[in-house]
């Protein structure tokens, strides 16, 4: 049995676990990436605790103005649901946020690998004084208008090159 079947897993995430591609390509940008993503998951997750919170504030609140004393059965109930709803929203916060930096890794490589590819590719050719043929980035990456785009240069340079070599000759 295959590890996707076997671990319910798509094939680019077993890729990821199991042959350990280089996802830190350019740490800036995907520590901004990252640190964005957990930041608005973190507000939202706090937002949501916030809110539940005074949901349960309010029902307090209300028993007091109805003359409840102290040791009612309703903020008995009222006091455990906020401790169930607290680990509760421990629990999500954690699975959520290990799902999304995961996740949040895995995409920013799509959007890095490639400029990282031709970033690479400009210098060495510029560090040996040598001409690009063309540029490749991976069939799942982001940004093949980009790779279109430079390989229609690298081509019109070329035909440039030929069609001057030959008005000199």
Not at 44 to 71: H, M, R, V
Not at 150 to 168: G, L, M, P, W
Request: with cysteine; net charge positive; proline share 2%.
């Amino acid at each position: 049995m295959s590890a996707e079947k076997r671990f319910g897993m798509s094939s680019d995430l077993i890729k990821f676990f199991i042959y350990g591609r280089k996802y830190w390509i350019d740490q800036t940008f995907q520590m901004k990436f990252l640190t964005t993503l957990l930041l608005v998951i973190g507000a939202n997750i706090t937002f949501i605790y916030l809110s539940n919170y005074l949901f349960i504030q309010n029902f307090i609140e209300e028993g007091k103005s109805l003359g409840l004393p102290p040791g009612h059965e309703l903020y008995q109930l009222l006091q455990y649901q906020q401790q169930v709803l607290s680990k509760f929203f421990i629990v999500l916060s954690v699975s959520v946020s290990m799902s999304v930096g995961l996740w949040g890794l895995f995409f920013s490589h799509k959007i890095c690998g490639p400029l990282f590819r031709l970033t690479r590719e400009f210098n060495e050719a510029a560090a040996e004084k040598r001409n690009i043929n063309e540029v490749h980035f991976r069939q799942d990456d982001f940004f093949h208008e980009l790779e279109s785009s430079v390989n229609r240069y690298v081509e019109t340079r070329h035909e440039a090159k030929v069609h001057e070599t030959r008005r000199v000759s």
